[in-house]
């Protein structure tokens, strides 16, 4: 199924999508830039803006990773502006987890 079938499948059937995706700051950039382009859930009289799941874990792959971290705020999480998925991957913290 491709990606955009299930949100398009949600929303026909006044369901919210909620994407469930963590490990890494790259599969959140990832799913951030996903749920930026979802419409407000679900379509009816009062929709909100798409939520994030988001972990709270100690996780050196999703908080030092990428250069500059993917933080919450009050609530909120900024969709990041650099190229590609918004991150530059930080190779020092691959290098320091690598197995040989």
């Given amino acids: 199924m491709r990606t955009h079938a299930v949100p398009t499948l949600a929303s026909a059937h006044g369901v ?7 490990g890494s700051a790259i599969g959140l ?4 830039h996903f749920l930026a ?3 407000d859930q679900p379509p009816s009289f009062r929709p909100m803006p ?9 996780n050196p792959f999703r ?18 502006t650099g190229a ?5 991957i930080n190779r020092s913290i691959l290098d ?4 040989a």
């Fill in 63 to 80: 908080d030092l990773l990428s250069v500059d971290p993917i933080l919450q705020v009050r609530g909120k999480v900024q969709v990041p």
């Fill in 37 to 39: 382009a979802l419409p």
């Fill in 50 to 58: 798409p939520l994030l799941e988001l972990e709270q874990c100690e």
């Fill in 29 to 32: 950039a990832a799913t951030l």
């Fill in 16 to 22: 919210e999508c909620i994407p469930h995706a963590w």
């Fill in 96 to 99: 320091r987890y690598r197995v």
């Fill in 84 to 88: 590609g998925l918004g991150i530059e």
